[in-house]
């Protein structure tokens, strides 16, 4: 548990610490738009590695996994900090993001190996109590370095965690032996499912966030990418069910209609939460004029209030076995706050903007665990890792998607006021990149202070609230869908009493417990390794 939830502190201080910073790394670089990029690109890679990961798992054990995407995360931030140019930044993101997926995903996967169903929500929640340290001082953290130090230190400041906790794995995650030489294990992989996935994610992120920024919506270099990648996740839906010899996602598990509800959800849940998370301390830093450190400062009750029903929503189903009612009144309690956000302006008081994040928070947290939950309980055992992998996979693709679509709505908003004022090309550019020039004492451009608060008012506040509107109507289609498509299912099994009787025989016999067979040990196919064909295993 210990080292499961520093890797959860990982990856939650890296979301935060780049959140509250982003502002000043777009100034910095003078990139506006573009800096978008820089989750988006992280999210992107993410997304597409953590189907991977879950069959890396399977393959080459748990411990393996972790480890290798925890390396990864740190080599790719270590290099970030160095980047020279916005480009670099991007491309060096990304490779964190790779570790990223890893990471994430593996937390779930390991827990719902050695935790049964019904307590998985208690010890889930406690993991969660951990990542509470990263959301409550990494906004503070990641605006504070960017003010005071340099923006480089918000991808450096999480590599000493990352150092630990990779070493806790090392040394406390017990390894668990899996079949198979070097050589069979690699032809497993889906390599072309990996590849597949990628450029589908890539194709449908690039449009987002040129059209009617950098190319009108219409034009063929914005359309020809987004039927790509629609084209692209056709044809990795026919690989998966025709050719691939371990699929990434194997599609018999959306006949499950509880886990096709938790999927539709959970991307709902991951696009609002990115969405607020790297928006509302612009808009702080925008609207309002709050400095990076304070804004970091003001997007702690959306954050605390998500990770405090995490936990509370994760006890309560350890406790009731019940779940579908947290689900429920999450997402409308979610909806709700998200539509009254759009309120949001310059007169709006701070303190009616903290109780809307925080109903925010609570909505949002306490659908987190209790889908995963209900996803697991609708598969068998040798199912659960891919489900749980498919499941992050799909929320941080709505977090990938979120950014370049909130971007594209902000600046198309803010042209749009621009447009009317009759500014020239290049001073709708230079705004639209970096929009806080609009707060300072003297506008460039010749823009008068009237013109700048027609802009902030008319062009980033209103695009704002369409953010807003569209985090709204998803957030009711996924009430909508969790209550038609989520249904109760039994937590206990039945048989984990004498799953844990049995392994705890297996502990014992210490020297011997490499060579136990799975079936004997109490533990299922999946923890041990793959089900593997039978030429692999010769």
Known sequence: MLALSLCNLVTTLDQVVVSASLSTVASAFNAGSVSAWVPAA??????????????????????????????????????????????????????????????????????????????????????AGVTATGYAIGPIMGGALAQHV??????????????????????????????????SKLLMID??????????????????????????????????????????????CVWEIKAARLPLIPMYIFK?????????????????????????????????????????????????GQVVSAVGSGLWVSRTGKYQFVVYSGFALFSIACGCITIFDAHTSEGVMIVLMILAGLGGGSTMQTTTVAAQASVERKDMAVVSAVRNFLRMLGGALALPSSAALLNNAMRSSMNSLSLPSSAITSIINDPSVLRSSSVPFGISSAQAQIILSNGYNKGFKDVFYLN????????????????HKELLRGDEEQLKIEAKEALRAKGRLNTIDPKVAGVDDMEMGPVLPQNSQK
Request: net charge positive; aromatic share 14%.
């Open 42 to 127: 992280y999210l992107m890679t993410s997304t597409a590695f953590q189907p991977l990961y879950g069959r890396l798992s399977d393959i080459f054990g748990r411990k393996a996994a972790i480890v290798l995407a925890m390396g990864i995360y740190i080599v790719g931030n270590l290099i970030a900090g160095f980047s020279r140019s916005i480009i670099q930044l991007i491309v060096f993101r990304a490779i964190a993001g790779v570790g990223d997926g890893g990471a994430t995903s593996m937390v779930q996967i390991v827990l719902s190996d050695v935790v049964s169903l019904r307590d998985r929500g208690k010890v889930i929640g406690y993991a």
């Open 256 to 304: 499950h209609m509880t886990v096709v509800g938790v999927y539709i959800c959970m991307f709902v849940n991951g696009f609002v939460f990115f969405s607020m998370l790297f928006y509302l301390p612009q808009f702080f830093q925008v609207v309002l004029g709050y400095s990076p450190t304070r804004s970091g400062v003001f997007i702690i009750p959306f954050v605390l």
């Open 191 to 236: 390599y072309v499912g990996v590849i597949l996935t990628l450029a589908a994610c890539t194709m449908i992120m690039l449009p987002l966030i040129w059209g009617g920024v950098e190319f009108a919506w219409n034009s063929a270099v914005v359309l020809g990418p987004l039927c790509s990648g629609i084209v692209c996740i056709g044809i990795f």
């Open 472 to 487: 709204t109507a998803l957030a009711v289609l996924a009430f909508v869908s969790s209550i038609v498509l989520i249904k």
């Open 150 to 183: 340099s923006w480089r230190w918000a991808f450096w400041i999480t590599l000493p965690v990352a150092f630990f906790a990779s070493l806790g794995v090392v040394f406390l995650l017990p390894l668990k032996p899996v079949q198979g030489n070097m050589r």
